[in-house]
């Protein structure tokens, strides 16, 4: 072996000196210099000659001389200059605001750009999430680096990306929604939102927004006529809904089931004449056997708090991103909870 451009101390071992070529950067300078080269593949400085570097290889793109070098004004490539290796070509409409450019031409990918959410790119290392564009930028706490731009809802700290899904949306039926705390139905969309008695905290609702059970529209059959209003604690029976999980007092109205309150095993087996459903996840009144009332349970009737089965470790994370990031967690967007699970979905029960 020859060691050439190197200073032989032993016999069998040789000190390189660096290449002096290689302390220019760009292909202008580069080309400028005596004896050296650029080399468009690598986009590294090299000595060398007409033909190619004295030592090594540089498999595309040799420039010699300073108008073999890359146009900078039109930032398109042609293709016989590609871009090396984790780098793209630059369009010509295209600018690096999420790139860091090292030549005029080609540009090194952000690598916070595969992160696709704010919770995974805000908890990465030097990324910040752009509520505008939606996408992931290395930066810091005060906007994009690298001459990236982030025209509003720049978040650095995972704590303060916008709150995950409406809790409230998980109803959907007007009764349903307007039982559960801090929720009101909206008859414009049929959906349900977090609210007060006089609309939706966020967003509008241009009709009919129900707060109570008696606000909630009426059915066509069986039907209620307005003078008619259901008693308190009781609702208004739907055409298409029956009174599975309630007690009927009258063809129209439906009594709320008093341990629908219960909204875990433990607690709803512990009351007083209640049982938990673990095919619905609801706590039905009832006896040891089964629902009362009419109601049913397809499996998992749980009637004593020793029975319920074991809590799920992931059950304690309340948002998709909290629970995501614990070890065998998935969230299921159906019931806004965390379970443990597999990337296909939860070891147990379905969503």
Request: hydrophobic share 15%.
């Amino acid at each position: 072996v020859v060691c050439a451009s190197a200073t032989c101390v032993q016999s069998d071992c040789c000190t390189a000196t660096a290449d002096p070529c290689s302390s220019y950067t760009s292909c202008s300078s580069c080309t400028g210099a005596s004896s050296c080269g650029w080399c468009g593949s690598t986009l590294t400085c090299k000595t060398g000659t007409s033909t190619g570097p004295s030592s090594g290889t540089c498999s595309a793109s040799w420039a010699w001389v300073s108008s073999s070098c890359p146009t900078s004004t039109n930032p398109t490539c042609g293709s016989s200059y590609p871009c090396p290796t984790g780098y793209i070509r630059k369009a010509s409409t295209t600018s690096c605001a999420t790139q860091s450019c090292t030549q005029s031409d080609c540009c090194k990918v952000d690598p916070c750009a595969s992160y696709t959410s704010c919770a995974s790119c805000s908890s990465a290392s030097s990324c910040g999430w752009c509520g505008s564009s939606l996408m992931c930028k290395t930066g810091t706490s005060s906007g994009p680096s690298s001459g990236g731009t982030c025209s509003s809802g720049w978040t650095w700290l995972s704590s303060s990306c916008p709150a995950s899904a409406d809790p409230c949306s998980s109803y959907t039926s007007c009764s349903s929604c307007t039982y559960a705390s801090s929720c009101g139905w909206c008859g414009s969309t049929l959906t349900c939102k977090t609210g007060t008695s006089t609309g939706p905290s966020s967003g509008t609702c241009s009709a009919s927004w129900a707060w109570v059970s008696s606000s909630c529209p009426t059915s066509t059959n069986p039907t209620c006529g307005s003078s008619y209003p259901c008693p308190t604690g009781y609702i208004r029976k739907a055409s298409t809904t029956s009174c599975a999980t309630q007690s009927c007092t009258q063809s129209d109205c439906c009594k709320v089931d008093p341990c629908a309150s219960y909204t875990s095993c433990a607690s709803c087996s512990s009351a007083s004449s209640c049982g938990w459903c673990g095919s619905s996840l609801m706590c039905k009144t009832g006896t040891s056997s089964g629902p009362s009332s009419g109601g049913t349970c397809s499996s998992g009737w749980t009637w004593l708090s020793s029975s319920c089965p074991a809590s799920d470790p992931c059950s304690s994370y309340t948002s998709c991103s909290s629970c995501t990031y614990a070890s065998s967690c998935g969230w299921c967007g159906s019931t806004l909870t965390c379970k443990t699970g597999t990337s296909t979905g939860p070891s147990s029960g379905t969503c």
